[in-house]
């Protein structure tokens, strides 16, 4: 099986350089989900094109060279205060020594991210094991619960939706 997501159809479309059409929200941040739910007409691009748009800004600020500035704490260079964002050069950060530059928080972004997919996949894949040994035993009842399960992380990863568990029912008129 290849990456989550591959192979099926989303009602999203990329306004960025790639233009992309049909992808799943997966292929977005949370913020231009929500964006894009609040207001359809609203343009959104896609993770690549925003991490590619980024790249290029900080290859930008890079070529202007080391040398008069402040140290990353990550990478250890002394580069130009263009080369960090407002925040990282704030006071709590020079105090603590932990600015990082816009390259460094990048790739921290990136492993992140890549992490929280690798995350959402296994969780996948372990409740699908699960509802195959529920359905092999025969009991019914955990099988429908295990798929259930399964079906509902899917759903999540390919809608951007968070799964809401709420599975405590009680009888009528019982409190």
């Known amino acids: 099986m290849s990456g989550i997501g591959e192979g099926r159809a989303g009602n999203f479309n990329c306004s960025g350089p790639c233009g992309r059409k049909r992808l799943v ?35 930008t600020v890079e070529e202007v060279g080391e040398g008069e500035g402040v ?14 964002s407002g925040k990282q050069l704030r006071n709590e950060f020079i105090k603590n020594n932990t600015q990082r530059c816009k390259n460094c928080v ?16 296994q969780n996948l894949k372990e409740l699908r094991d699960k509802a195959a040994a529920a359905e092999a035993s ?37 409190r």
């Open 71 to 84: 140290v990353c704490s990550a990478c250890k260079k002394e580069l130009p205060k263009t080369a960090y």
């Open 25 to 59: 929200a997966a292929e977005f941040s949370k913020k231009m989900v929500e964006r894009w739910q609040k207001d359809m007409s609203n343009k959104i691009t896609c993770k690549t094109c925003t991490l590619k748009a980024q790249e290029a800004k900080v290859a």
């Open 106 to 121: 990048l790739e921290a972004q990136k492993a992140e991210r890549d992490a929280a997919s690798n995350s959402k996949e």
């Open 138 to 174: 025969g009991d019914k009842t955990a099988a429908l619960k295990a798929l259930t399960a399964a079906a509902a992380a899917e759903a999540s990863i390919h809608s951007g939706v968070k799964v809401q568990n709420k599975a405590v029912f009680k009888a009528r008129g019982k």
